[in-house]
């Protein structure tokens, strides 16, 4: 069995908590960034996705590998395919040169860093910057965070933790062993 799907069965072995309905009311602009205590596992602002893996407050206390462009995708992708039933389908993935490629998330990413809600930080010996959470990304993500239960905030964890302790190729390896959907367009030769 590959690590990435040992590791699954092992974040997935708890049966998923019951959640109260959530019947949101109130115009759509109100919505987009709220996310109401009675809401657990309904659709969420789909932004708030791959903040919550820049968060400094789910980042493990060392990373073998930043959390750069590849492994945000990656993680968000990872947190959508296996996450709460209210986090998937909010982008759209395409088989792409490195595995699943949302084009969505990499337009909100540069949107999220250009309002000043994640910032991209130089990394030494490497193309990609590594992506973190500024002060003003962990406000807006209060809310959200006191509003997930302790599965969700540990998967959010386990997510970040894996995919930054990847290398490059292991962690495409494995998400294609998993998701071999995603490896038909991949320069990946490993």
Not at 135 to 151: C, F, I, R
Not at 166 to 189: G, H, I, K, M
């Amino acid at each position: 069995m590959s690590r990435l799907l040992a590791f699954w069965h092992r974040v997935r072995a708890s049966p998923p908590v019951p959640r109260p309905s959530c019947s949101p009311s109130g115009s759509r602009a109100a919505l987009r960034w709220s996310v109401a205590p009675e809401c657990y596992g309904q659709p969420v602002d789909r932004r708030y996705l791959p903040l919550l893996l820049a968060s400094n407050r789910f980042a493990p206390s060392t990373e073998q590998e930043p959390l750069d462009r590849l492994r945000l995708q990656k993680g968000v992708f990872l947190l959508e395919m296996r996450g709460p039933e209210g986090w998937r389908g909010l982008y759209e993935y395409l088989p792409w040169d490195w595995g699943p490629f949302s084009r969505d998330l990499a337009v909100e990413v540069n949107d999220l860093v250009r309002h000043g809600l994640i910032e991209e930080k130089p990394v030494q010996r490497r193309r990609h910057p590594r992506y973190r959470t500024t002060t003003a990304g962990e406000e807006k993500l209060d809310h959200l965070v006191s509003a997930l239960a302790n599965h969700e905030k540990e998967y959010v964890r386990k997510v970040r933790a894996y995919v930054t302790s990847r290398s490059f190729s292991q962690l495409l390896r494995e998400v294609y062993n998993t998701y071999p959907e995603y490896a038909v367009a991949s320069r990946f030769q490993g």
